[in-house]
């Protein structure tokens, strides 16, 4: 729905200020809406680049995570979720919609103990046409 992309707009924008803070003391970590909303964004590599220039001096690498994670690695992950999810949420004052287990890049969960293969249950609702003319 258009208020879910409005949403997540919101998210992401604030999400990439975390991530182009020097100073923050976390890795932040997308949920799935912002991580779509990126995967959006990052596939016209010239506007992400000048984007990531004029906004932060530099470019901002996606890093996935992988499936080969160690179970000390997803909890630190996942904590690192839950203080993205905290400092959106103060960023956007948006409380109810960032979802509740981490997900990155529709190949794993970062949630401790999850073994669900997020990979294939996962819908793809902000590729194409309406994400990026919210991005333009």
Not at 18 to 26: A, Q, R, S, T, Y
């Given at each position: 729905s258009d208020d879910?992309?409005?949403?997540?707009?919101?998210q992401y924008r604030a999400f990439l200020s975390?991530?182009?803070?020097?100073?923050?003391?976390?890795s932040p970590v997308p949920s799935a809406d912002v991580d779509e909303f990126?995967?959006?964004?990052?596939?016209?590599?010239?506007k992400y680049g000048k984007d990531c220039a004029e906004l932060f001096g530099r470019f901002?690498?996606?890093s996935p995570f992988g499936a080969d994670m160690?179970?000390?690695e997803k909890t630190e992950a996942h904590q690192n979720f839950l203080k993205t999810r905290e400092a959106i949420q103060s960023a956007t004052g948006i409380t109810?919609?960032?979802?509740?287990?981490?997900?990155?890049?529709?190949?794993?969960?970062?949630?401790?103990?999850s073994g669900e293969d997020l990979?294939?249950?996962?819908e793809r609702p902000f590729h194409g046409f309406r994400a990026e003319q919210k991005l333009q």
């Open positions: 879910r992309l409005d949403i997540a707009e919101a975390l991530c182009g803070n020097p100073g923050l003391e976390f990126w995967h959006t964004h990052i596939t016209d590599t010239v901002i690498h996606h160690s179970a000390q109810d919609s960032f979802e509740a287990a981490a997900r990155c890049c529709r190949k794993c969960s970062i949630y401790p103990g990979a294939a249950t996962r």
